[in-house]
């Protein structure tokens, strides 16, 4: 997992950078779409990493608003992750605790 990470974050980097490159020279441009379908998958970092280091898309608005829903997005997701399987909520399924059955005994019926 970690090395697909790396390559996702590498491939990304230096997709910003050639759309750096390329705008620079006037010619055919990558779409945003593209830039920020390699964010959501994985490569927010190097994205990040490019936009910081080759000045590339830090001053239009609309991209840096997708961009940054992308990465709140991204930090839900992981939160949401770390809550379940590590955090206050790390119960795992396989726990006795979340079976049907201890949930039903634990319940008091009033008839």
Not at 8 to 18: E, G, P, Q, S
Not at 57 to 80: D, E, H, N, P
Not at 94 to 108: I, Q, R
């Amino acid at each position: 997992m970690l090395y697909l990470l790396l390559m996702i974050n590498l491939i990304t980097f230096v997709t910003f950078a050639v759309d750096k490159w390329k705008s620079i020279r006037h010619k055919r441009r990558i779409s945003e779409s593209f830039l920020l379908i390699l964010t959501f998958f994985g490569g927010t970092i190097g994205a990040f990493l490019a936009m910081i280091i080759c000045r590339h898309k830090v001053s239009k608005g609309s991209f840096l608003i997708k961009w940054g829903g992308i990465v709140v997005l991204q930090l839900f997701v992981l939160a949401g992750y770390w809550n379940w399987y590590v955090g206050s909520f790390g119960k795992r399924l396989d726990d006795k605790s979340l079976e049907w059955s201890s949930f039903f005994d634990s319940v008091k019926i009033k008839n």
